[in-house]
């Protein structure tokens, strides 16, 4: 069963960069999982302390290889010093 998920960032102010740094380096090796369907990162115009990631995963095994990653071990173990706030949902394609 595919799995899509949204998560927002909320970045410190002093940690917009940092973030817009960790989050960006997550696409390219992300894209190239086996099982990755889609995974893009946004930054809101109006709001750059806040980020989006739209990920969308093959399966349940997909997502846990992406968590498995070398990018993603590293983006989890620095992330939370530049970020305010962090919170996902699961989304259900209807139809």
């Given at each position: 069963?595919?799995?899509?998920?949204?998560?927002?960032?909320?970045?410190k102010p002093d940690g917009i960069e940092k973030m817009k740094e960790l989050l960006s380096a997550m696409?390219?090796?992300?894209?190239?999982?086996?099982?990755?369907?889609?995974?893009?990162?946004?930054?809101?115009?109006?709001?750059?302390?806040?980020?989006?990631?739209?990920?969308?995963?093959?399966?349940?095994?997909?997502?846990?290889?992406?968590?498995?990653?070398?990018?993603?071990?590293?983006?989890?173990?620095?992330?939370?010093?530049?970020?305010?706030?962090?919170?996902?949902?699961?989304?259900?394609?209807?139809?």
């Open positions: 069963m595919t799995i899509t998920k949204r998560v927002t960032f909320i970045a696409v390219a090796p992300s894209k190239a999982e086996d099982g990755c369907i889609f995974y893009e990162i946004f930054q809101y115009e109006n709001r750059p302390e806040k980020f989006m990631a739209y990920e969308s995963w093959r399966d349940e095994a997909a997502l846990d290889g992406h968590k498995a990653s070398a990018h993603y071990k590293i983006y989890k173990t620095s992330y939370e010093p530049f970020c305010a706030d962090k919170y996902s949902d699961e989304l259900e394609v209807l139809g």
